[in-house]
């Protein structure tokens, strides 16, 4: 078997398993454990526990390989690296908002190849494999094709720091007349997977890290979406912007125009 599709099973498989006892285990409210980079950026002891399991489960079967994870760091430095967000969504996770989503990327040799991303509260569970397109619930996902940026439905998210939630803010006045509306789910691999399912026509945002995209941004692709950064640069956290191609150029240009990678 294509050796994708056996990292994607597993991935699949692990995600499945840090969900359930997530689920299980949630209280009515969870306490912050503590904060990161702002005193809104919180971590809980699931979060923690999350990622604990989905290494454990990697490193029982595949010890050689790199781990990168949101609150771990990487471990290892193996060819292939697994790219790991225990809990996407974490305030949301807090407040009992049902978006949130544990987020599982394969990476071999820079390359993502299959991606999972469980949304917990819905079962939900999208999953993409690189050139085997992206699915959910044994459905193929493609994303919506032919909408103009002034009918679009767009997600975006915000950071955790004041300075950048500013030019965020002062970027979105200009974006929001724009567009159809705007969304800000919480989750950013959530947000990928809703624009590869034709819940949304597109998403931005400044600051995602790997573990927030990498996952989602393959089963976007996977479905036909368009996923990048500014002036053709690949995702990554200076913008990540996903859309199908042409509503995707649209959006580029209108947020190039508005220097969005500025922080106050
Ligand atoms: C969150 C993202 C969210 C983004 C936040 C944050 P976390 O991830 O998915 O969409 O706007 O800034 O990065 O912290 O919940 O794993």
Redo the contacts with the bound molecule.
């Keep these: 078997m294509d050796s994708a599709v056996t990292f994607g099973r597993l991935a699949e498989e692990i995600a499945r398993e840090a969900g359930e006892m997530l689920l299980a285990k949630r209280p009515a409210r969870p306490e912050v454990l503590v904060t990161k980079s702002s005193p809104t ?1 919180v971590v809980t002891a699931l979060d923690r526990a999350s990622e604990e399991l989905i290494r454990d489960r990697i490193k029982a079967v595949r010890p050689d390989d790199a781990i990168l994870g ?1 609150e771990g760091g990487t471990t290892g430095d193996g060819r292939v690296r697994w790219i790991v ?1 225990p ?6 996770f807090l407040y009992g908002v049902p978006e ?1 989503a544990v987020s599982i990327a394969v990476e071999v040799d820079g390359e993502v190849i299959a991606g999972v991303v469980n949304v917990v509260p819905r079962a939900e569970v999208f999953t993409a494999v690189r050139g085997r397109g992206a699915w959910l619930a044994g459905e193929r996902l493609s994303c919506n094709t032919g909408v103009p940026l002034e009918r679009a439905l767009i997600a975006t ?4 720091g004041s300075g950048r939630r500013a030019v965020q803010a002062e970027v979105l006045r200009h974006v929001l007349p724009r567009v159809r509306d705007i969304r800000r ?5 959530s ?1 990928l997977c809703a624009v590869a399912a034709g819940r949304l026509d597109g998403y931005y ?1 400044r ?3 790997e ?2 995209y990498a996952a989602g941004g393959l089963i976007a692709a996977e479905a036909g979406a368009r996923v990048g950064g500014l002036e053709g640069r690949p995702a990554n956290p200076g913008l990540t912007l996903c859309a199908a191609p042409g509503l995707f150029e649209e959006l580029h240009d209108l947020l190039l125009g508005l220097a969005p990678e500025r922080d106050a």
């Design positions: 950026d949101e967000d809990i996407d969504g974490t305030v949301n949130w998210g915000f950071g955790y789910g919480g989750s950013a691999a947000d945002e600051g995602p890290q573990w927030d």
